[in-house]
């Protein structure tokens, strides 16, 4: 066993468990509504804020208090009272506050306001709306140098059919001044369930069961052959990947993820058979949009039953609106969701005994969901620290993503798993409907020059006030993530396109045995449309690039192995970091935590001095069980 490289199996599993955070998206907030409320049939929100060929204005008319309350407290979600215009249209009395999960209080320690809000119209009087609409989110962008990942999905998922949220950007000022470029979104609440699904609105859920609480951090500490930290170890050293060959897909961020969470803890929210009991689903009713009712429950359960017990699996699902969701989800390559470890970022809707669902939230769509892009935004392209193990002779991660295969689109997980999937995509009729929604989907979408007309439109929509500093990225991330859209677009279009027409094949094992036709995606950089880092001011590529080299030095080399053999060094003679100090001080960042900010200084030399400590606990206890074996 490798132990010298135990620190970088750390500190993937350190970047892992951030990952968590960063990647987490709203956290669930169930309304628990007991009735609709009041709110007119005749629906014209889309004729108004969501006409999305231009540009619209949401002013907030709020008091300096209400204001300085909300986003002060942050991360309670306060709402607090204002007045809403949507271009010109005044709406009086209406509620606000932040929303989000590790992005509010990202956000608060960079002394920005500059958060994602959420509008409720209907707060304090359940008969107010915006043109029948009760709940609208504003979307700040974040994650996203192209600005466009939610808005092109939502509308790809609108052409569809899919019923999926209406959206369009927006300047949202405050009290009439600028304040920034957001993405209006409509909520997926009651306004949303009358608009698709009339009065017999069913029942909406958002599972989400997935979180830092399921670590078990005593697992992670343990070191031998087969432990996550073991594992880790072997990714992030390249042995993982000693065997690849051309063909091979080596997706990094979902093997590590897997080998820090062992084991499916996702089986509520992926609707997989846990039980004969309602309270085996406890997670999924805890995520109930609407007061579940015993007659949900009863509904809900029956449905799951079918879904992976009976041999008619599609009998408990809406298939048409499945295949619909499934195919712009799969060609938007988000394993932020359910086709990924991470079972989250959508709702569930039953209806009648029929499940469908509804997409959200597709910042880190686009294939950018990645351990690749994570890297390049955290530790900067200016760092020069090579943090990427070697693949071996494995498809980079742009090619893998262009050429997903489209009838095995999962990330890191077993189709099986997945049973909404699943129940599809293993069916001969259903998987040839799901072809068929497919074609049009590249056919109305991509190769009518539709899609690569709005790519176009928006970026021209959205240059302007990139250049105000109304978003979080300059003209340079900006242009790059545009362009980088408008690539993926085009040769994710060809890869399915030759997927539909057998020329190149659609699942995972046949891309592996015939790689030959693979789409070449020449100038395409996915990192370019994704921007983990933007949102922790930490994590800038100065501070990364000045710790290391203050860490490394001379003695070790200026990559991952050079890391793993510094920390390997500091292990055994922990004493040696002292000596590192004087270098460290010289990096800006510390220096001014060291003189501005003492505690969170000293916090980050606690954590470091811990990590050693660890270190030397482990490498004791190995050498101990080493010489217990002997023995």
């Known amino acids: 066993m490798k132990y010298g490289k135990i620190a970088t199996a750390g500190c993937a599993a350190v970047l892992c468990t951030a990952a968590v955070f960063c990647f987490a998206g709203d956290a669930v907030q169930a309304s628990a509504a007991d009735s609709v409320h009041s709110i007119s049939a005749d629906y014209a929100a889309e004729d108004g804020l969501f006409d999305s060929s231009y540009v619209h204005t949401v002013n907030l008319l709020i008091s300096d208090e209400n204001w300085n309350t909300t986003t002060g407290q942050a991360t309670d979600e306060i709402y607090v009272n204002c007045d809403v215009e949507i271009d010109g249209e005044r709406i009086e009395n209406v509620a606000i506050r932040p ?23 209907d707060h304090y009087d359940e008969t107010v709306t915006y043109r029948g609409l009760d709940k609208l989110c504003l979307n700040n962008l974040g994650q996203d140098p192209s600005c466009m990942k939610d808005y092109i999905a939502y509308h790809l998922m609108n052409d569809m059919g899919v019923a999926a949220p209406l959206s369009s950007y927006t300047i949202l000022q405050r009290n009439g001044e600028d304040f920034g470029l957001y993405l209006a979104v409509e909520a997926v609440e009651d306004s949303f369930c009358l608009r698709n699904y009339g009065e017999n609105r069913g029942q909406l859920y958002k599972p989400d069961c997935f979180g830092i609480d399921t670590l078990d951090t005593s697992a992670l500490l343990e070191y031998e052959e087969g432990s996550s930290l073991w594992t880790v170890e072997q990714i992030m050293d390249g042995s993982y990947f000693a065997d690849t060959t051309p063909g091979d897909r080596t997706d990094i961020l ?3 993820l897997n080998a820090v969470f062992p084991g499916d803890m996702t089986a509520v929210a992926a609707l997989q058979y846990v039980g004969g009991s309602a309270s085996d689903y406890q997670a999924l009713w805890d995520t109930a949009v609407f007061k579940a009712k015993e007659s949900d429950k009863n509904r809900m359960l029956a449905a799951i039953q079918t879904l992976n017990c009976s041999e008619e699996p599609q009998s408990a699902l809406d298939v048409d609106a499945l295949l619909r969701y499934f195919a712009v989800h799969s060609f938007v390559n988000n394993y932020d969701g359910y086709t990924s470890i991470f079972v989250h970022n959508f709702y569930i809707h039953e209806q009648d005994g029929l499940l469908s669902m509804v997409p959200w939230d597709y910042n880190l769509g686009f294939g950018t969901f990645t351990y690749e892009s994570a890297v390049t935004t955290v530790l900067g392209e200016e760092s020069g620290f090579h943090a990427i193990p070697d693949t071996g002779e494995a498809m980079d991660v742009n090619q893998s993503m262009v050429n997903y295969p489209i009838d095995t689109p999962v990330y890191s997980v077993d189709m099986a798993d997945r049973p909404l999937l699943n129940a599809l995509l293993t069916d001969a009729g259903t998987l040839e ?24 439109e928006a970026t021209d929509y959205i240059r302007p006030y990139v250049a105000q500093g109304l978003t979080f990225y300059t003209a340079e991330q900006f242009e790059k993530g545009a362009n ?41 950089t996915l990192s370019d449309m994704a921007d983990f880092g933007a949102l922790m001011p930490m ?21 991952t192995a ?10 055994d003679h922990p004493a040696s970091i002292v000596g590192r100090i004087p270098t460290l001080m010289q990096v800006d960042q510390i220096r001014s935590m060291a003189l501005q900010k003492a505690a969170p200084y000293l916090v980050v030399i606690a954590f470091v001095i811990t990590l050693i400590v660890i270190l030397v606990i482990l490498r004791r206890q190995k050498r101990r069980r080493i010489n217990d074996t002997q023995a």
């Open 99 to 121: 929303k989000g999960n590790s992005s509010l209080s990202s956000i608060s320690s960079q002394g920005s306001t500059h958060f994602s809000f959420k509008i409720e119209f």
């Open 254 to 256: 979902g093997e590590m």
């Open 433 to 456: 409907a799901y072809h068929a929604v497919y074609d049009t989907l590249i056919t109305e979408c991509f190769e009518s020059g539709k899609y690569a007309d709005m790519i176009a």
């Open 484 to 524: 980088a859209m408008a690539l993926y677009c085009k040769y994710r279009a060809e890869s399915v396109r030759a997927q539909l027409d057998g020329k190149l094949p659609a699942t995972t094992e046949g891309q592996h045995a015939d790689y030959a036709a693979l789409v070449d995606p020449v100038g395409l």
């Open 539 to 559: 994590l800038d590529d100065t501070l990364i690039s000045g710790v290391l080299r203050a860490l490394l030095g001379d003695r070790f080399s200026y990559d």
């Open 562 to 571: 050079g890391a793993v053999e510094a920390v390997h060094y500091y292990a």
